[in-house]
């Protein structure tokens, strides 16, 4: 068995990270004892965390160092060299490719690890369990300010999410803001958890984040656009395209994997790793017979 590939998620999308990435036989070559760097989205450092430490627990003399900081801060850790594995929420651009190129003499290697539902955070006393994404840019955007204009109590609402350094952020304004600025109001926090604790604080907050984090605030149904139904972001709804903010969660390197990189990620890719995903909270990759 082994993990394959999520070819679409709201439009056709086809990852390819290099089917000779599992291909070779890492457990015939003798352990790389060199220590793995990992760096970039708040939104997987959880999960990069828990897999180092499952993977030096069953890989004796192994070392493995995880920060977070956002996507954008790994990315330029990768650009200019100071981390060996960027975990990025979002795709690195044609721009940071390029400077990878550049800087590392090596081109941007990009392995999706997992999936996510982006989640609209809503606090438990909110009696609102719904909303359009068109009704979501809207409120980020400052032209919804009440909740009573999307069937909620007359309450002025209040904006919480990401910093501009944040994959999420940056995916967030591209898919649902349509690449609009968010509104004056809107307060950025540093981290997916500092969005939790606000909104589930405040009965009149809003906020986005990763579906793995999304504990003791409630996560609205989404529909696509106003005809069509809210759907839940379960991992179901993420594997057949009806959760309209689905995405895939990235890892990069400067160039091909090698050494003790290439076998923390085939060990990711596995399934053990896989299943590290799914205790997190995220959605693992679709599995796939392989010939």
Known sequence: MGWGILRSMRKPVLFAFAGALLATCVSCAAPDRQAVTIKGSDTMVALGQQWAEIYMQQHAGSTIQVTGGGSGTGIAALINGTTQICQASRAMTTSEKELVQRRRNAGAFEIPVALDALAIY???????????????????????????????????????????????YVYFKEHVLANSDFADRYQPLPGTAAVINAVMKDPAGIGYGGIGSASDVKTAA????????????????????SYPLSRPLFWYTAGIPRGANKQVIDWVLSVDGQKVVADVGYYPLPLKETP
Do not use: C
């Not at 009440?146 to 994959?167: A, C, F, K, Q, T």
């Open 222 to 241: 989404i529909a696509k656009d106003a005809a069509s139904a809210p759907v839940q972001p379960t991992m179901e709804n993420v594997y057949n395209n």
């Open 122 to 168: 809503l606090n438990k006393e909110n009696p609102v369990d719904h909303l359009n994404t068109e009704e979501v840019g809207r409120i980020f955007r400052g032209e919804v300010t009440n909740w009573n204009e999307v069937g909620g109590p007359d309450m002025e609402i209040v904006l919480y999410g990401r910093e501009n350094s944040s994959g999420t």
